[in-house]
């Protein structure tokens, strides 16, 4: 899910990840705003100052910039270098990075012992190389999700993250460091919802996904999610983060996909669907519906957790819960603020809240690139790489480097920030390729349980 080159509409993934304000909406429907603790660590977790990690950013398309202005007000992060094969990208990128080199030819990076981790943003085919050097040159990846368009190459990114213990390798799943998925996670497998009965995602927004470009090898590079020898089209390159948390809450895998897609819009030669449909079945027994167009951006982006007792609403960082009229009194309700909505009693719920704490106060708007699960990514595999790199040297200093085994158990005892790793990697990548195969070719796609082993 790379938003690395897009057109001068100015859309970028950032509209996704970062969520927008639903309150009035949520308040004529009766939605219940639930809420993450208010002082919970900053991205990256409590740091201490001066603390730093050398890091380069590969891939400086719309979202490698995003990346740039993120890393940029993160205090662990020193962007000491940029690279991008297009000369002009570097140049546009140079401002978000002022004090870094830049840089044409990754392995240039990858050859530079003082650079510790590698953000790559690249477009999703161009993935596994990049991974799988930049790992054997030492550096500790952090690789945009899909991370890769082919079941092989993900599985060669896996396997190659797996055999090197002494770095980390985290995939683009911002939502599996973001606080608020993290507070949500115990409250809907816990069964508040009551009984599962369905889930929902969509992704809409009016965009072409085509850009134009004086050179013709240079227009082809910039329209490879319409390239059908490697695109995964929308449904692989947008739903990644949807699709993989609802195999997070649901504490389940897939079993089986169904698709379909269509070019309802851009009638401009492309092969690509412009629209989208699939349904997801898991092995708990429950389905996802998912739906996605570029012809139309009404009602935007966001996922429904449907359960017998309530349903949950998700949106970037924010959520509501929608309760049924029969559903029991589950006890917190007593501690929350209650407001009267259209027809309806919403109950706002705040981690840490109780009747005696000012209920009435409100969250302060997100401020672009500040504590969105993109910034809370990168944060926390920053400080996971730190942490990790100071462990191996602790562990060398005190025992040498002869015994690998112990090295690798010393490691796993290691306390990480929240971060997806390269087996969640794997499985949200198959997810997003077979998802891409049913919408393509229209048929029931079966994804038996070894396809998400490594």
Aim: charge should be neutral; proline fraction near 5%.
């Amino acid at each position: 899910m790379n938003e690395n080159q897009i057109n001068s509409s100015g859309f970028n993934r950032r509209d996704f990840l970062r969520g927008g304000s639903m309150a009035a909406m949520m308040a004529f429907m009766g939605g219940v705003e639930l809420f993450a603790q208010t002082n919970a660590a900053p991205p990256g977790g409590e740091v201490k100052p001066g603390l730093k990690v050398k890091v380069a950013v590969i891939g400086l398309g719309t979202w490698g910039r995003d990346i740039l202005k993120t890393l940029a007000r993160l205090p662990i992060a020193e962007v000491v270098a940029i690279c991008d094969k297009y000369a002009p990208s570097v140049k546009r990128a140079s401002g978000d990075a002022p004090n870094a080199e830049q840089v044409e030819d990754y392995k240039k990076i990858l050859e530079n012992k003082n650079i510790k981790a590698v953000v790559i943003a690249t477009p999703t085919h161009l993935h596994k190389d990049l991974v799988i050097e930049a790992l054997k040159a030492g550096k500790h990846v952090y690789c945009e999700a899909p991370i890769a368009h082919t079941v092989e190459d993900a599985k060669a990114i896996a396997v190659a993250a797996k055999a090197a213990p002494q770095q980390v390798f985290q995939p683009g799943l911002q939502l599996r460091s973001d606080p608020q998925r993290h507070f949500l996670l115990p409250f809907i497998r816990s069964g508040a919802l009551g009984a599962w009965v369905m889930a929902r995602a969509q992704w809409n927004k009016k965009h072409s996904w085509r850009n134009t470009s004086p050179k013709p090898e240079r227009e082809k590079e910039l329209n490879w999610r319409l390239d059908p020898a490697v695109t995964l089209g929308m449904i692989g390159e947008l739903s990644g983060n949807q699709l993989d948390q609802a195999a997070w809450f649901f504490n389940a895998k897939p079993t089986a996909i169904e698709g379909s897609g269509n070019i309802a819009f851009w009638k401009d030669g492309r092969e690509v669907a412009d629209t989208v449909q699939a349904t997801v079945h898991y092995s708990n027994g429950v389905f996802l519906t998912y739906s996605g167009t570029l012809a139309n951006s009404f009602d935007s982006d966001y996922e429904m957790f449907y359960g017998s007792d309530s349903a949950v609403m998700l949106r970037g960082s924010n959520a509501w819960l929608f309760k049924e009229v029969d559903s029991p009194l589950l006890g917190w309700e007593v501690y929350t603020k209650k407001e009267n909505f259209y027809k309806e009693t919403g109950i706002v719920i705040k981690a840490g809240a109780s009747k005696s704490a000012d209920q009435g106060a409100s969250t302060a708007p997100e401020e672009p690139f500040t504590n969105t699960p993109l910034s809370y990514a990168l944060g926390n595999f920053l400080r996971n790489a730190f942490d990790i790199a100071t462990a191996v040297d602790d562990f060398k200093a005190s025992f040498g480097d002869d015994d690998a085994e112990a090295l690798k158990e010393h490691l796993a005892k290691v306390r990480r920030q929240p971060a997806a790793g390269y087996l969640e990697g794997y499985q949200a990548a198959v997810t997003a390729i077979k998802a891409a195969e049913a919408v393509k070719t229209g048929k029931r796609v079966e994804l038996p349980a070894d396809l998400f082993t490594v």
